[in-house]
């Protein structure tokens, strides 16, 4: 779709979608991370809230694993704003991706089990998880996002403010797209979407650049952002990379090396939390078979599907076989297209980057990358357990939404 211009101003546009929000719920909530994004959103709802003596609720989703920095704003924040406030600090155990290594997949933030080696003591205000009866310890971040909206509107008309923008990723642009493509929006505005039960998520800021961003700070001095990203600035780093999420993710771990040059005390305790991190730090950046970036060559005597089975023998037999199961699906899927034959070992670079056709070196490099969802095949991380649980209950009318 292309983009149409118009002469209302983005900031306008978000206050005029925070005020309409405020028109027609009770009930609102914001994610809030102690990013760039959600601390304008922050701000910009407060601004809304303080004007109509209203309280609105703030979740964070702790991971444990995060800069200093960001707490430090996080409270600061959270004490400019205290009078209009139902702060939810959720320091629960939360399952997340861990691609640094093949023999840990999955991470857990505060797990009770790997207390002497947590990143850092949960905050003096952490909630009291006995207050939220949807949680189980150990479940995935994606399912207790949802299961939170849910509790919190407690069947009531609900809105929760998201601060993610269009413009920083493809995936977070079909976040927004996808679910207004089958019309599942809050007063047909494009701005939102229907989550579950009464609950829509309000995207604010949907429109906005990251230049956006850094125009309202420069705007609005008295208003605080998070200095981490001076210190990124200072290291070199583009604002299009400069993002605050958990260090060992599939795409966030390209930013793990930072942690030891501007914060060197929470970079020893991140290395010590989770295996692969310091390996995974030092090759990220690193070109060739270490991380199965840009040009990979194959070691003497190998044919690709040579080197990949090796490299899937190396692994522990719980991920082998999941990646067995995820080659097995790729070939499928290619032979239900009609391809002839046997898969090539390799094909043109250019082909395969854009994932017109199969290779086995396609797949070797996603064992080179610890790419355990595949998502260099076009395959895709699949619901939780406890989530399927939870449609299944939805789909026989125990649940309501």
């Given at each position: 779709?292309?983009?149409?211009?118009?002469?209302?101003?983005?900031?306008?546009?978000?206050?005029?979608?925070?005020?309409?929000?405020?028109?027609?719920?009770?009930?609102?909530?914001?994610?809030?991370?102690?990013?760039?994004?959600?601390?304008?959103?922050?701000?910009?709802?407060?601004?809304?809230?303080?004007?109509?003596?209203?309280?609105?609720?703030?979740?964070?989703?702790?991971?444990?694993?995060?800069?200093?920095?960001?707490?430090?704003?996080?409270?600061?924040?959270?004490?400019?704003?205290?009078?209009?406030?139902?702060?939810?600090?959720?320091?629960?155990?939360?399952?997340?991706?861990?691609?640094l290594t093949?023999?840990?997949?999955?991470?857990?933030?505060?797990?009770?089990?790997?207390?002497?080696?947590?990143?850092?003591?949960?905050?003096?205000?952490?909630?009291?998880?006995?207050?939220?009866?949807?949680?189980?310890?150990?479940?995935?971040?994606?399912?207790?996002m949802v299961?939170?909206?849910?509790?919190?509107?407690?069947?009531?008309?609900?809105?929760?403010?998201?601060g993610i923008?269009?413009?920083?990723?493809?995936?977070?642009?079909?976040?927004?797209?996808?679910?207004?493509?089958?019309?599942?929006?809050?007063?047909?505005?494009?701005?939102?979407?229907?989550?579950?039960?009464?609950?829509?998520?309000?995207?604010?800021?949907?429109?906005?650049?990251?230049?956006?961003?850094?125009?309202?700070?420069?705007?609005?001095?008295?208003?605080?952002?998070?200095?981490?990203?001076?210190?990124?600035?200072?290291?070199?780093?583009?604002?299009?990379?400069?993002?605050?999420?958990?260090?060992?993710?599939?795409?966030?771990?390209?930013?793990?090396?930072?942690?030891?040059?501007?914060?060197?005390?929470?970079?020893?305790?991140?290395?010590?939390?989770?295996?692969?991190?310091?390996?995974?730090?030092?090759?990220?950046?690193?070109?060739?078979?270490?991380?199965?970036?840009?040009?990979?060559?194959?070691?003497?005597?190998?044919?690709?599907?040579?080197?990949?089975?090796?490299?899937?023998?190396?692994?522990?037999?719980?991920?082998?076989?999941?990646?067995?199961?995820?080659?097995?699906?790729?070939?499928?899927?290619?032979?239900?297209?009609?391809?002839?034959?046997?898969?090539?070992?390799?094909?043109?670079?250019?082909?395969?980057?854009?994932?017109?056709?199969?290779?086995?070196?396609?797949?070797?490099?996603?064992?080179?990358?610890?790419?355990?969802?595949?998502?260099?095949?076009?395959?895709?991380?699949?619901?939780?357990?406890?989530?399927?649980?939870?449609?299944?209950?939805?789909?026989?009318?125990?649940?309501?939404?």
């Open positions: 779709m292309i983009k149409q211009y118009n002469e209302t101003s983005v900031l306008q546009a978000a206050r005029d979608r925070i005020s309409e929000t405020f028109d027609h719920f009770k009930k609102i909530y914001l994610s809030y991370s102690g990013g760039k994004d959600s601390t304008v959103m922050f701000h910009l709802i407060m601004d809304e809230a303080i004007k109509r003596n209203r309280t609105v609720g703030v979740v964070l989703f702790d991971l444990e694993a995060q800069y200093k920095e960001t707490i430090d704003h996080s409270e600061l924040m959270f004490d400019m704003y205290k009078d209009n406030i139902d702060l939810h600090w959720f320091c629960g155990e939360i399952k997340l991706r861990n691609a093949n023999f840990e997949p999955q991470w857990c933030a505060w797990d009770e089990e790997a207390k002497d080696i947590w990143v850092r003591e949960k905050p003096d205000r952490a909630s009291d998880l006995s207050q939220y009866d949807f949680y189980v310890p150990k479940m995935e971040f994606e399912e207790i299961l939170f909206g849910q509790w919190y509107a407690k069947g009531e008309p609900c809105a929760a403010f998201i923008r269009a413009d920083e990723s493809l995936h977070r642009y079909c976040a927004i797209a996808t679910w207004q493509k089958k019309g599942l929006m809050f007063n047909n505005r494009r701005w939102s979407t229907k989550v579950i039960d009464q609950v829509y998520n309000i995207y604010p800021i949907y429109d906005w650049r990251t230049e956006d961003i850094w125009r309202y700070h420069g705007k609005y001095q008295d208003k605080p952002y998070n200095k981490i990203y001076d210190k990124m600035q200072m290291a070199g780093v583009k604002l299009s990379q400069q993002r605050l999420c958990q260090p060992y993710g599939d795409d966030q771990k390209q930013g793990l090396w930072l942690y030891h040059i501007i914060e060197p005390d929470t970079w020893f305790k991140l290395i010590a939390r989770v295996n692969g991190a310091n390996s995974g730090a030092l090759y990220i950046r690193e070109s060739g078979n270490i991380s199965g970036n840009r040009k990979v060559t194959l070691p003497d005597g190998h044919t690709w599907k040579s080197f990949t089975n090796l490299l899937l023998q190396s692994l522990p037999k719980k991920t082998q076989e999941h990646y067995r199961h995820r080659f097995k699906k790729f070939l499928w899927g290619w032979k239900q297209r009609g391809y002839p034959g046997e898969i090539p070992d390799q094909a043109p670079h250019e082909l395969e980057s854009k994932c017109w056709v199969p290779s086995w070196r396609r797949m070797g490099r996603c064992l080179l990358r610890n790419d355990y969802w595949c998502k260099g095949l076009g395959q895709t991380q699949p619901k939780s357990e406890a989530y399927k649980k939870f449609k299944a209950l939805k789909a026989t009318g125990k649940l309501k939404g």
